[in-house]
């Protein structure tokens, strides 16, 4: 059974860097066959993909176009864990993120969901 | 990218009714790549049926998906107590993977 477990700070204040991690259980994160995503939900923008990483033979990384320039998703294999680093935050950045996996070498859904981390953006 | 939009946005529904759930695509999604999550508060996302009409491991048979191109529909056959709850589609065919804003299936 696959488990993704969250951490990261609640309150972030506008323009600093928003860090979560995402530790795995049940699964590696050198995978050759899963994808490792990051995604968020928001009132104002609903469930919102940012990007994932993922393993074949090298590390693959694909972002949203709506954050790319502010984001970075990085694996850690000696703790099988993956982060999600965002950027000069603002408010508009306040969601519930979510870190999640999918499976397989097309197209595959979100199989497996972290549980959540509210980050709220204020001074 | 592909916007998907749910209908209706929410479902006043009995225990025992049955529950239909619209969710149309902004363009055609091939491969019918298209999902099913629950989701309820405080919990992680659930997926409950994927490429359109496969149920995910462990749903149950009142679950049932059905649809392809722009149009998909989810079905509850028979609504339990534990159904109640928000439900999105999400596509997986073209990135962004985007996701339905939502409907909230709700007891009457």
């Known amino acids: 059974q696959v488990q993704l477990q969250q951490s990261g700070p609640g309150l972030v204040k506008p323009s600093q860097t928003l860090s979560v991690t995402c530790a795995i259980s049940g699964d590696s994160v050198s995978s050759n066959s899963a994808a490792w995503n990051w995604i968020r939900q928001s009132p104002s923008r609903g469930l919102e993909w940012l990007g994932r990483t993922y393993y074949r033979s090298k590390w693959y990384r694909d972002y949203a176009l709506s954050v790319k320039s502010r984001i970075t998703i990085n694996p850690d294999t000696s703790k099988n864990q993956f982060s999600l680093q965002l950027k000069s935050v603002t408010p508009e950045d306040t969601a519930v993120y979510y870190c999640a996996r999918d499976q397989g070498l097309g197209p595959q859904p979100f199989d497996y969901w972290g549980q959540g981390t509210l980050i709220t953006v204020s001074s | 990218e592909i916007v998907l939009t749910q209908s209706p946005g929410t479902l006043s529904l009995s225990p025992g009714e049955r529950a239909t759930l619209s969710c149309g695509a902004s363009q055609s999604v091939s491969g019918s790549y298209l999902a099913w999550y629950q989701h309820k508060p405080g919990q992680a996302p659930r997926l409950l049926i994927y490429d359109a009409s496969s149920r995910a491991t462990g749903i149950p048979d009142r679950f049932s998906g059905t649809g392809s191109g722009t149009d998909f529909t989810l079905t509850i056959s028979r609504l339990e107590p534990e159904d109640f709850a928000v439900y999105y589609c999400?596509?997986?065919?073209?990135?962004?993977?985007?996701f339905g804003q939502g409907t909230k299936v709700e007891i009457k």
């Open positions: 999400q596509q997986y065919d073209s990135s962004p993977w985007t």
